[in-house]
């Protein structure tokens, strides 16, 4: 029995692959971007009273030592209560790693905006037949990659309706 090599591909369904892509790809890149925004939120919701708390506290504490009247018991409590919280803020900031994550969501939207860019400039200025195959492979290795090919039930919301990453890229294997 004989294997043949698969079809080379025609720049038609070459063509509708690198539309779904697309669409993805800018699903990704939304995806990215938002969350990107929601990290940065937190590191701020966090690390802006935990470093207030941390100075009050600190501030009392000194101010404490430096008068020569000790502080009321409630007074105690209060320092004590705030600088708890202050403990827990930056333990959950410092945990969550709100910042780095912030980062990495933006360095992976700017690789989506890329690959959106690289489809463009395929879908404008077409490969020759013989580049074809393998300008394809490139650009499916690129896209997964960035995360497209995610883990099961990961769904995009493109064009109003949910996508799974395998079904957009499953056209690959009709062609």
């Known amino acids: 029995m004989t294997i043949l090599p698969p079809p080379e591909p025609n720049w038609t369904s070459c063509k509708e692959l690198l539309e779904k892509w697309r669409i993805v790809a800018i699903a990704k890149m939304e995806d990215h971007r938002s969350s990107v925004g929601s990290r940065q939120l937190w590191a701020s919701l966090l690390g802006i009273p935990s470093t207030i708390l941390s100075a009050a506290v600190g501030t009392a504490i000194f101010a404490s030592l430096a008068q020569e009247t000790s502080l009321s018991p409630k007074e105690k409590i209060l320092i004590g209560v705030v600088s708890g919280l202050s403990a827990v803020l930056t333990s959950i900031q410092t945990n969550q790693r709100f910042g780095e994550r912030a980062e990495r969501h933006q360095g992976l ?49 493109i064009l109003n309706k949910r996508i799974t990453p395998e079904a957009a890229l499953s056209v690959d294997a009709q062609h």
Do not use: W
């Open 109 to 157: 939207s700017d690789r989506s905006y890329a690959l959106v860019l690289e489809i463009d400039h395929l879908l404008v200025c077409p490969p020759l037949q013989n580049e074809l195959r393998e300008v394809m492979l490139k650009l499916k290795d690129k896209m997964a990659s960035l995360g497209v090919e995610a883990s099961a039930g990961t769904t995009f919301k």
